[in-house]
């Protein structure tokens, strides 16, 4: 699980009972990425698998965890993660986390040949995605602007890492980042396979 966000998330309809998972992967430290995060691993037993600073928070708290920090990668029973820069911000919204700030990340999770998945996070548009190229099947995208990538960086992204499935994210969960996921669509035209999802669909890869 990457960023569990149901309770208080005004796009999903699902409030994240029954959930299961091994490992929670939390990009940053951000409300609408971590909103879940206690309940899952409290309930779950999971391991979290995040930047140092956010495993130390976790630790504290007696939960199993597994820091990282960019550019920094681990071996796991189901393929290797490697934290990848993201240019955010790094408050970390918690209860009683007052001091802590993180780096963001995104995460690049090697599953197996050609089941290379890349979550980017919240991030600007950087160069440093260039040398993701080649290793990314499945890139999830941020195009909700504003405290994001818009969707024309977004594109640009794209161009840089070649994936071949871009999943738009990000966006439309409130007003402040609302986006036209089908625009971004066809502005990627055939540069890749762009699939627009909503909460509780499926993509097999
Ligand atoms: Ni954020």
Not at 60 to 86: C, E, L, Q, W
Request: charged share 20%; proline share 7%; net charge negative.
């Amino acid at each position: 699980m990457i960023d569990p966000f149901f309770t208080d998330n005004p796009a999903c309809d699902h409030d994240g009972t029954g959930v299961e998972a091994d490992f929670v992967l939390l990009t940053h430290g951000h409300g609408d990425h971590v909103g879940d995060a206690i309940r899952l691993v409290e309930r779950t037993g999971a391991t979290v698998i995040s930047s140092y600073e956010i495993c130390t928070y976790f630790g504290n708290r007696g939960h199993d965890v597994s820091p990282h920090s960019i550019g920094g990668g681990v071996d796991y029973p189901f393929g290797r993660v490697k934290m990848t820069p993201a240019v955010h911000g790094g408050m970390v919204e918690l209860p009683d986390a007052e001091g802590f700030t993180t780096a963001p990340g995104g995460f690049l999770v090697d599953l197996s040949p050609g089941q290379r998945f890349h979550h980017a996070g919240d991030t600007g548009l950087t160069m440093d995605m260039q040398f993701l190229k080649g290793l990314v099947d499945v890139a999830v995208l941020p195009i909700g602007d504003r405290f994001t990538m818009g969707p024309e960086d977004a594109v640009r992204a794209v161009e840089l890492i070649e994936p071949d499935v871009v999943i738009p994210c990000h966006y439309n969960t409130w007003p402040l980042v609302a986006q036209d996921p089908e625009a971004f669509k066809a502005a990627v035209g055939d540069r890749a396979d762009v699939r627009i999802m909503t909460c509780g669909d499926t993509l097999d890869f």
